[in-house]
């Protein structure tokens, strides 16, 4: 799984271009949907499933070899997507208060 991680990396690139953003006060925004100022798991999750849903064609929720950039890798569901995000939002939240701020986003990863 973590070999895919760079996979979807890199596939993000030809979605990034929509949701580019140049500060990480305006990447909060973007991210905030219900705009109380932190980044909730759940906005996270929305916001950085992007890629996934852009590579899933079929929308079966599960990204096959056929799928993947290169046609090359190990297929992944969105629920391991989902739980690899959740593990990386855990780390990044410093404090432990269940939600990223401005700050704990502009941090290196965790």
């Known amino acids: 799984m973590r070999r895919l991680l760079p996979l979807l990396a ?6 990034a271009a929509p949701a580019q953003v140049t500060a990480t006060g305006e990447y909060l ?12 798991l759940a906005e996270y999750q929305a916001w950085m499933s992007y890629a996934f849903d852009g590579m899933d064609r079929n929308r079966d929720g599960l990204l096959s070899v056929e799928e993947l950039p290169g046609g090359r ?4 569901t969105r629920e391991a997507h989902l739980a690899q995000l959740a593990d990386r939002f855990k780390r990044q939240d410093a404090n432990g208060d269940g939600f ?7 941090a290196p990863p965790r």
């Open 29 to 40: 925004a973007r991210m905030d949907t219900d705009r109380d100022g932190r980044v909730s």
């Open 73 to 76: 890798g190990k297929p992944i």
């Open 100 to 106: 990223l701020s401005e700050k704990e986003l502009a």
């Open 10 to 15: 890199l596939a993000c690139v030809p979605f």
